[in-house]
Every structure is written in C-alpha cells, then in structure tokens.
C-alpha cells in the first residue's frame, strides 16, 4: 500500500538558514510526487511536482526512487515561507487518487 | 476567478443528526474529491467521482456518503455523525484528463462540529 512519511511535525529555521522539509514515501511502481503548501487563513495548494523539474519560490525537490524519499529544500529561508507543508503521492496504482502525508509546520524566524 | 467552492465555512450539528455538506466548482473539472482531516493528522482520503463513477475509499465508514448531481456540485452526506466525526472536511478537483499535468485544487474546507 502507498504511504507517505514527514517525519518533523515541527520545524523553525532562522531567515536566510537553508530549510528541508523532509519526505518518503513507500509505493510500488512510478509515483508522482507533490509537494502542497497551506499558508495562514489560505486554502491548501500546490507548491511543486516532481515531474516539472521546476523550482517554485525558491524551492526545488528531487525524486529520490533509490532512498524513496522528496525532500523539499531552499537554501535561504525567508518570513513568507513560514506555512503547513505537506507531501503528497499519486500514480498510476492509485487511479486519481492522491495521498498525503501528516504535514511539517515550518516557521521562519525573523 | 474559477475555484472549489465550500459552504459553509462551519457547520455545527447534533450527535446523529444528519449533516449535508456542498462543495461546487467552475473549474469544469472530472475529478471531485472529499478528505477528511483531523487535526494534525494528514488529510485522509473519504472518496472521489470521476465524472458520475463513485471510489470510496475501502477504510471510509458507511456512515458517509455522497452525490454528485452534476459536473458542477458535489456532497458529503453524514448520516449519523459521531463525536469521531468532528473534523475539517476538504473538498477538491482534478482534471483527470491524465495529462501528466494533474493537480488538485483544494476549497477552503468546512470544519464540522459534532454536539
């Protein structure tokens, strides 16, 4: 069965520390990876995917199929990020479903 | 702007009293889907139409149910609603056009109370 694991509920970083936002996953077969990101009073949304390649405000996150994992790095973390990030897995196995995981609260610190 | 639309933002019911939840959207899209999210706790998959074919999730209880009348409007049904049931239910859409450009788009949730 498909899972998603973001091990730090919690995690504060100084600004302008690099952050990463850690996630693994378990699915058998190609998965798609996202990473969603709720900010204050916001509507849960889309930060990046895997399969883009892009980075998004200043984050990328890289597939990693050999440790399972997508973790979500910046390398200057600024006040604005401060937000509930979650994981999230979809793929051919799962139809349109998607999972996710039970999210990291990040908080920059000025 | 088009969007996942919820109503309402709280809704408060009565230990088995049944409680209706709508979630509407303009976005066109083929996939409505409805979680269930407890706090800090991920939000956890009830069920999704893919146009008019119902997935429930195996581990959803029959105590929820949904329609999807149309393209436009999807509801969560709680028949019974229990204390356990007290959470913050997220509705979203995909296109499910398998265009490798999937996403989901994500309303602003209706938190229910259960008294």
């Known amino acids: 069965a498909q899972r998603v694991t973001q091990p730090e509920k919690l995690l504060s970083v100084f600004k302008g520390a690099p952050v990463e936002l850690k996630c693994n996953y378990s699915y058998s077969g190609s998965p798609e990876l996202f990473w969603y990101v709720q900010y204050s009073r916001q509507r849960l949304q889309l930060l990046l995917r895997?399969?883009s390649r892009e980075s998004i405000k200043g984050f990328t996150a890289d597939l990693n199929k050999g440790e399972t994992s997508f973790h979500l790095k910046k390398p200057f973390a600024q006040e604005e990020d401060s937000a509930m990030y979650y994981c999230?897995?979809?793929?051919?196995?799962?139809?349109?479903?998607?999972?996710f995981g039970t999210g990291t609260s990040l908080t920059v610190i000025p | 702007d088009a969007m996942v639309i919820q109503n309402p933002r709280y809704q408060v019911t009565q230990f088995g009293k049944p409680v209706t939840l709508s979630c509407s959207q303009t976005?066109?899209?083929?996939?409505m889907y409805w979680y269930q999210q407890k706090s800090s706790q991920a939000p956890k998959l009830l069920f999704h139409?893919?146009?008019?074919?119902?997935?429930n999730e195996a581990d959803t209880p029959d105590n929820f149910q949904s329609r999807r009348p149309n393209t436009s409007f999807c509801f969560l049904d709680i028949r019974s609603p229990g204390l356990g049931d007290a959470a913050m239910y997220l509705c979203a859409t995909s296109s499910g056009r398998g265009t490798g450009d999937e996403k989901l788009f994500f309303g602003s949730g209706t938190q229910l109370s259960v008294l």
């Open positions: 895997h399969i």
């Open positions: 999230a897995l979809s793929g051919s196995n799962t139809g349109n479903q998607f999972y």
């Open positions: 139409y893919y146009d008019k074919d119902f997935n």
């Open positions: 976005l066109n899209h083929n996939v």
